[in-house]
Structures are given as C-alpha cells and as structure tokens.
Nanobody
C-alpha cells in the first residue's frame, strides 16, 4: 500500500519555528501537486499551503508571510517551514499528494502544538 509519511510535528512555544516534512514514495507517478492541510479540534480541515509541479504556490491568508512550502525533487519530499508560530496554528497537519494517474494520497497527520 502506498503511504505518504509526515514528520516534524511537536510542541513549540509561540514565536518559534518548526519544519514539517512529507516524503512521497517513488511509486507515485505523475504528481501534480503536494499540499499541506491542517485540522484543529472542532474545526474543518483547511488548506494551509500548496505547491504545484509548475512551482506555483498558494497559502492560506492566516499563514502568509510566516509559512513557506518548498520541495526537494531528488527526495520526492515537500517541506513546510513554519515561522512565528501562534497558538492558533495548533492542529494536526496532513500532507496531501495529487497524481494524475493514481488519484490522491493523504498522510496520517502530525500534531503541532503551539504553547502561549
């Protein structure tokens, strides 16, 4: 079974930084985008940042200027650099990979907790 694996979550103080990683296996072909979503308790899952294979990026308004999404093509890995974290960034962060041949894949999520 194809799995997308996130890592990098944890506890961080407000104002701090954290980098999340998401490795997609080489068996996923024709990737068109790699995205980060998050879901806070009691809230719907929301798109945080997306990166297309044409290198187009999009960010939620709430994270613009603080978060950066980037990719290492050689490692099939996408990163989410999170700076100046706020308590409202606390959520489970999910990696999402889109493939024109195989549909979409979700990771199991990694918890990020920002303490005030």
């Amino acid at each position: 079974q194809v799995q997308v694996m996130e890592s990098g979550g944890g506890l961080v103080q407000a104002g701090g930084s954290r980098r999340l990683s998401c490795a997609a296996p080489g068996s996923i072909l024709g990737m068109t985008a790699m995205d980060w979503y998050r879901q806070a308790p009691g809230k719907q899952r929301e798109l945080v940042a997306s990166l297309s294979y044409g290198d187009t990026t999009n960010y939620a308004d709430s994270v613009k200027g603080r978060f950066t999404i980037f990719r290492d093509n050689a490692k099939n890995t996408v990163y989410l650099q999170m700076n100046n974290l706020k308590p409202e960034d606390t959520a489970v962060y999910y990696c999402h990979v889109q493939s024109i041949f195989q549909g979409e894949f979700w990771g199991q999520g990694t918890q990020v907790t920002v303490s005030s």
